[in-house]
């Protein structure tokens, strides 16, 4: 049996180009699935490992992405204070995200 090409107006193979687009998709989706997962797993050493002061630094920092002079002042503590708090819980958060990233 003889396979009949089909070609598009540049003359590509069709056949090849959706086995191509399935194949990004595919990959899009497992990337998706990881990014998800990932941020799953940091939501939880966020939520438990860190001490309480750490964690609420961290949410104004990354989350609320306020700067670190601003959350000094709204918690009424030394901005040196607040960076290395911050510093201190992305450690934490480095070696339990250790694998992941």
Do not use: F
């Not at 989350?63 to 709204?74: D, F, L, N, Q």
């Amino acid at each position: 049996m003889i396979k009949r090409l089909q070609l598009n107006r540049y003359g590509e193979d069709l056949g090849g180009m959706a086995a191509y687009r399935r194949a990004q998709n595919d990959a899009e989706d497992a990337g998706r699935a990881y990014r998800r997962q990932t941020r799953a797993v940091l939501r939880n050493v966020v939520d438990h490992q860190l001490t309480p002061r750490q964690r609420q630094m961290v949410r104004m920092y990354y989350y609320e992405r306020k700067s670190m002079p601003r959350i000094a002042a709204e918690l009424g503590v030394n901005k040196s204070t607040v960076s290395r708090t911050v510093a201190r819980a992305r450690r934490v958060i480095a070696r339990c995200m250790n694998g992941w990233v």
